[in-house]
């Protein structure tokens, strides 16, 4: 039923289908964790139960979405040992410690200290409750800089050397961890985690001000992620600059897919803001551009040169279609989180943060924007790097396993319809969760409940919303 399919394809779809569910967990739960930590961390100093309810409201959330970033991230190693068992043996002796050292260091201790995090409270002091919180959010990073680490080795290798059998043998571990593009990479991604948690968490507090304009947690989030909008969106741009500036230098082909440039520019390259690739043509049709922009901003210099695919084979060309568009959508939402920001400032220096319905809508709509740019950043980074595995090195059609087609199919119909089943109730559970409304949770510690009186919680809610 599926000869006809190349193998090939079908791996790289199926791991980039199963990436695609892993990488958006993770990215937000990296977020989510620093955010508990905050909240946990000013509710010890101000005594304010705004912040500790926020803090179990997002607990919750948090719980459902790490579950499901472990759960899927364990895909991925079936995958390197069926689909690409190849780049496996080649690339082992340098990937596996990596992966090794980040379930060692990271994950042992985000598992070590989430319990204590999630059901400690009441049952342990404040202070070692809160340093619970901040293990599991440094793990969340260190996680993350494991797992940039490898990825950025497989786009920039450095620190090794080939063995008469193929495989690429570590040489220099301090050069293969902080591998060139490693301190950019990572930079981009830990706060693009953040933006992205800080958009659900202000489009969660704008739907609940749409609601209630009083509620003092929404008014808490919504301020909380619009100070992080104001603040991070534009340290994104200014990040963003310098990555793409890194990958000129070690990347170049994936720049020139990335700004269509299919011809060179001797004298100064524009920048396309639209236009429809056409590989087999070897030109952008329909561009929109502005003049020597390109060269401005990758070199800081209108008149430099820049090379474009047509000094590239064609079968050393990555996918341009894909990477050109995956590339404008990530820019697009990243504008438009600084354009979200900006306007949060101007409504809080009138004093109508809190009273803008306009402006709440525009935030609920931004919610999964984080997500989207994530993935639309993922793509251009993977797809970029193609015909690669390990970039200059590894062609990708020599990575995969003798597998056939038929056998990567069916595995993929299976991770689809898991996929879909299981992360997909997961996903409508936290949404459940996120349209409860944020006041609505149990008393505070060591309050006591009455069948039919008051508690302490309820007497503390007024001085909760004169304090904030």
Do not use: C
């Not at 912040?51 to 959330?61: A, E, S």
């Not at 059998?165 to 593009?181: C, T």
């Not at 969106?233 to 700004?259: R, S, W, Y």
């Not at 409860?436 to 949770?441: G, T, V, Y």
Request: no cysteine; net charge negative.
């Amino acid at each position: 039923m599926f000869e006809a399919f190349d193998a090939v394809v079908l791996a790289r779809i199926q791991f980039a289908f199963t990436v695609s569910f892993h990488i958006i967990f993770p990215a937000f739960s990296i977020g989510l964790a620093s955010y508990l930590m905050v909240l946990e961390g000013m509710w010890l100093k101000t005594d304010n139960p705004v912040y500790l309810n926020l803090f179990k409201y997002w607990r919750k959330i948090f719980a459902v979405a790490f579950g499901m970033g472990v759960v899927s991230g364990i895909v991925m190693s079936y995958q390197f040992g069926t689909n690409w068992s190849v780049f496996s043996d080649r690339a082992g002796p340098v990937v596996g410690p990596l992966m090794a050292y980040e379930v060692l260091t990271a994950f042992f201790l985000e598992a070590g200290f989430l319990g204590v995090m999630l059901f400690g409270m009441g049952r342990v002091s404040k202070s070692l409750h809160f340093g619970a919180t901040v293990m599991v959010a440094f793990g969340t990073l260190l996680s993350a800089t494991w797992i940039l680490s490898v990825n950025s080795w497989m786009q920039t290798p450095a620190g090794f050397s080939i063995n008469e059998v193929g495989q690429f043998v570590p040489e220099n571990w301090l050069e293969i961890i902080f591998n060139p593009s490693f301190p950019y990479r990572l930079l981009h991604m830990v706060l693009a985690a953040y933006l992205t948690t800080a958009f659900v968490v202000g489009a969660v507090g704008a739907l609940h001000l749409l609601r209630d304009r009083t509620n003092a947690e929404a008014r808490k989030m919504f301020s909380m992620a619009m100070w992080m909008a104001a603040i991070v969106a534009p340290l994104q741009v200014v990040a963003g600059d310098f990555h793409g500036i890194n990958t000129l230098e070690h990347q170049p082909v994936k720049v020139m897919a990335m700004e269509g440039h299919y011809e060179s520019h001797p004298d100064g390259a524009p920048l396309y803001l639209f236009g429809i690739p056409d590989d087999e043509n070897q030109e952008l049709d329909y561009a929109i551009g502005i003049p020597k922009l390109s060269s401005l901003i990758l070199r800081h210099d209108l008149n430099a040169p820049l090379a474009g695919l047509d000094t590239v084979p064609d079968e050393l060309q990555p996918p341009v279609s894909i990477v050109f568009w995956s590339f404008r959508v990530m820019v697009g939402i990243g504008l438009l989180m600084v354009l979200v920001g900006l306007t949060s400032l101007v409504l809080r220096w009138r004093g109508r943060l809190y009273d803008a319905p306009l402006f709440h809508r525009a935030a609920l709509m931004m919610g999964p924007a984080g997500f989207v740019a994530v993935l639309a950043g993922w793509i251009t980074t993977e797809v970029g790097r193609q015909p690669y595995t390990v970039y200059g090195h590894l062609l990708t059609a020599d990575s995969i396993a003798p597998v056939e087609a038929p056998a990567v199919a069916a595995s993929l119909i299976a991770f689809i319809i898991v996929y879909f089943v299981l992360f997909g109730a997961g996903t409508y559970y936290i949404l459940k969760m996120m349209n409860k409304r944020p006041s609505d949770l149990p008393p505070l510690p060591g309050t006591l409940t009455r069948s039919a009186g008051t508690t302490q919680l309820a007497a503390q809610r007024p001085e909760a919303r004169q304090a904030e």
